[in-house]
């Protein structure tokens, strides 16, 4: 007597009909209450396949079917040669299949997680090598490379070099071992190892946005993902909060009004200080541009326009390397001051259309431009740091770096107008909430105020 295949929420089904009248065969997920319609990597056709098992018709079903029709001779060899030469092993793999399916519903049910279609089929045929975060981070490091995104590629990289010193069987981690315990943990040796807040937070912002790509992709892992519930929860899930594990203990690094003039007015002698002094002007007053999306800033980028009052204006347009949002500035005479600066040919000739003397070697793409601009970046804060000591600034100032430019005009534009909102756009954040991280010190320097001497 053959078993019966009686699965609840699931089955086997001929789908797609092909040229030769066979169909493919193909998993049936119904939980959730929807349907998800798997293709197997083999065939039958109608008269192949038993549709109340699910399964090819096999050896026994044959006997039987010979033995009620009274097949002889010619016919039943026939019969015997129209069965799938490959029905044994294609039953198996389907009774496997049902084994995992079930063990896997159960453990869900287990563990009381709530389950869908697409759960099932990444435990099912995701395979180990795709499912390999150590694996899958390279080739997303090698796909950046290609696509010339040398700053992204590099910062997972450090996450890759973090992994790797961390955990000695990074090599074998599947995305389903990533969780909350496992950054946890990760989080904790980093702050062992002396490590600052900010820098613990670049690597697990690039580790959740990878988790995510490779969730999107159908090979990472949504029931164990670490940083959220977006993906679903079940009892007893705790999740990892970047932002209130690794939160910013220090202010914003910014130069304040009075130091800030200072820096304007003073006269340095030699061309790096002089060209460094306008490039930090440039992009102050462009609104924090950062280093390499000014350098890669060209003449034909300036367009003419008319403001709203209809007066005429010239601007740029640039793509910000960090969000690739597209940016509008418009050049006022702030900005046409830096510019004249430094378009004096004694501080370096630009190639290839250039705005600014950052690029100053013909014949570079890509990585190679994007790693030549970081080069020039580390001279560029090399010579801010030199300028600072030379303007004998205070501590807290004498550390200067291309970011300063950046905070400095989101911490002035708030002091001379008050209006957060105003800073938002300009700094072009997605969230007011982002921004308030800005003002936040000066509220701060308020309550210091305040508070001393109360009992006087």
């Not at 040796?189 to 988790?211: F, H, M, P, T």
């Not at 993906?231 to 594990?245: D, Q, R």
């Not at 004498?398 to 107008?417: C, E, I, P, Q, V």
Request: with cysteine; net charge positive.
């Amino acid at each position: 007597m053959t078993k019966q295949f009686t699965n609840k929420g699931f089955n086997f089904k001929l789908y797609q009909k092909r040229i030769d009248g066979s169909y493919a065969i193909s998993l049936v997920l119904r939980f959730n209450k929807q349907r998800t319609i798997i293709s197997l990597p083999f065939y039958a056709k109608p008269e192949q396949w038993n549709e109340k098992r699910n399964r090819y018709i096999d050896d026994d079903f044959a006997k039987d079917y010979i033995k009620e029709n009274d097949l002889q001779g010619k016919a039943r060899k026939d019969y015997i040669n129209s069965l799938h030469p490959e029905r044994f092993a294609n039953n198996v793999y389907l009774d496997n299949k049902t084994t995992e399916i079930r063990e896997i519903i159960n453990d869900f049910e287990r563990r009381k997680v709530p389950f869908t279609n697409e759960m099932i089929r990444e435990k099912l045929f995701v395979s180990i090598t795709s499912s390999s975060i150590h694996d899958y981070l390279i080739a997303h490091i090698n796909k950046l490379h290609k696509s010339d995104e040398y700053n992204t590629a590099k910062t997972f990289e450090n996450l890759l070099d973090c992994l790797k010193r961390f955990d000695s069987y990074l090599y074998k981690r599947l995305f389903a071992d990533i969780t909350y315990k496992y950054v946890l943990d990760f989080y904790n040796e980093q702050k062992k190892l002396g490590r600052k807040d900010n820098g613990i937070r670049v690597d697990l912002s690039a580790l959740r946005s990878l988790l995510n790509k490779a969730i999107k992709e159908g090979v990472g892992s949504p029931e164990t993902y670490p940083f959220s519930y977006q993906y679903g929860t079940y009892t007893g899930k705790e999740i990892f909060n970047i932002t209130a594990l690794t939160k910013e203990k220090t202010r914003k690094r910014f130069i304040p009004e009075e130091y800030l003039k200072k820096f304007y007015d003073f006269e340095f002698s030699s061309i790096p200080h002089i060209r460094s002094k306008a490039l930090f002007f440039f992009s102050f007053f462009c609104g924090g541009i950062n280093y390499i999306d000014m350098a890669k800033v060209k003449k034909t980028d300036i367009k003419h326009g008319f403001s709203k009052e209809g007066k005429p204006i010239r601007y740029f347009v640039y793509q910000r390397s960090k969000t690739g949002e597209f940016i509008e500035i418009q050049i006022n005479d702030d900005i046409q001051k830096q510019i004249n600066i430094l378009n004096d040919v004694t501080l370096g000739i630009p190639v290839n259309d250039y705005l600014l003397p950052v690029v100053l070697l013909e014949g570079l793409e890509g990585s190679r431009l994007t790693k030549y601009i970081v080069d020039k970046r580390k001279k560029y804060n090399k010579y801010l740091k030199q300028m600072a000591e030379a303007m004998e600034f205070p501590e807290g100032l004498n550390d200067m770096t291309s970011y300063f430019a950046r905070h400095s005009f989101a911490m002035t534009l708030y002091s001379k107008t008050k209006s957060i909102d105003l800073v938002s756009a300009s700094l072009h954040h997605d969230s007011v909430e982002t921004t308030k991280i800005y003002p936040q010190s000066f509220g701060k320097d308020e309550i210091a105020k305040v508070s001393c001497g109360l009992l006087n």
